[in-house]
């Protein structure tokens, strides 16, 4: 994502300090800020925070995650939070390949990814989110029975993923090659809304692990 560097976004994002855990507290004290009672979603590369933002705004019930490597993004997300003054979200900027240091074991119902960096070029495979050393990251994060959302404007990602996916053992449902034709609720992110405006479709999967999928990655740990 490209962004022009944001001089005061330590400033803005101290004013939004209660929209995060300090990392130093974490994993120990992950239950103190957030409830094991109560369902748990996480987005990992969140970019500016709409959909996230949009999601916990619909869903007080829930808790929410969002991740995003990128400071000045991240600022933008908490801003939004803070701005609809909701209590039931919260940022970190991490890279998804350490969560497993920060976050505990099956704690997340949902994984979403959106619009996930492409790396088209095969010498940078391994840092696509949907690349199975990647996966291998942050899957522990998930509940047995959870499952994660992938939506992309970009097709050879998307095929690529349903590869990776499908070898990993993930059963893979409401695969859709043109997401905004089904009917399907959906929050827009800030990538969506941009390539749909340009008449791209939207493709996307829902994917739950299976025992051969935690068998496979329990071999590659
Ligand atoms: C193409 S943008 C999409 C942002 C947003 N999800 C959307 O749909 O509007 C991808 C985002 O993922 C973040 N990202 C990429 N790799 C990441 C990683 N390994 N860990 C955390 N965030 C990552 C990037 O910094 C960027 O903000």
């Known amino acids: 994502m490209r962004l022009r560097k ?4 330590p400033a803005r994002f101290a004013r939004c300090a209660d929209y995060t855990v300090k990392t130093e507290e974490l994993p120990e ?20 925070g709409r959909f996230i933002v949009t999601l916990a705004e619909q869903n007080p019930e829930k808790q929410f995650i969002a ?3 990128v400071f000045d993004c991240l600022v933008m997300a908490m801003e939004k939070a803070k ?13 998804a390949g350490g969560l497993q240091e920060f ?4 704690c997340a119902d949902v994984i979403y990814l959106n619009f996930s960096d492409p790396w088209p070029k095969s010498r940078y495979a391994k840092r696509r989110l949907t690349h199975r050393r990647m996966v291998a990251a942050y899957l522990p994060l998930l509940k047995k029975e959870g499952k994660i959302c992938f939506k992309t404007d970009n097709r ?6 349903v590869a990776e996916f499908r070898a990993l053992g993930f059963r893979l449902e409401e695969l859709t090659y043109d997401l905004h034709s089904t009917g399907a609720p959906n929050i827009m ?21 299976t025992e051969q999928t935690w068998r496979l990655l329990a071999a590659k740990a």
């Open 83 to 95: 701005g609809k003054e909701l209590e039931n979200i919260r940022f970190f900027c991490l890279d």
């Open 6 to 9: 944001k001089k005061n976004a």
């Open 156 to 161: 050879p990602l998307f095929d690529f993923s």
């Open 29 to 48: 004290n992950f239950y103190r800020y957030f409830s094991p009672e109560k369902p748990l979603e996480l987005e990992i590369g969140s970019g500016k």
């Open 103 to 106: 976050f505990p074991r099956e």
């Open 189 to 209: 992110t800030e990538y969506e809304e941009r390539f749909s405006a340009m008449g791209v479709p939207i493709n996307r999967f829902v994917a739950y692990p």
């Open 67 to 69: 991740v995003e490597r």
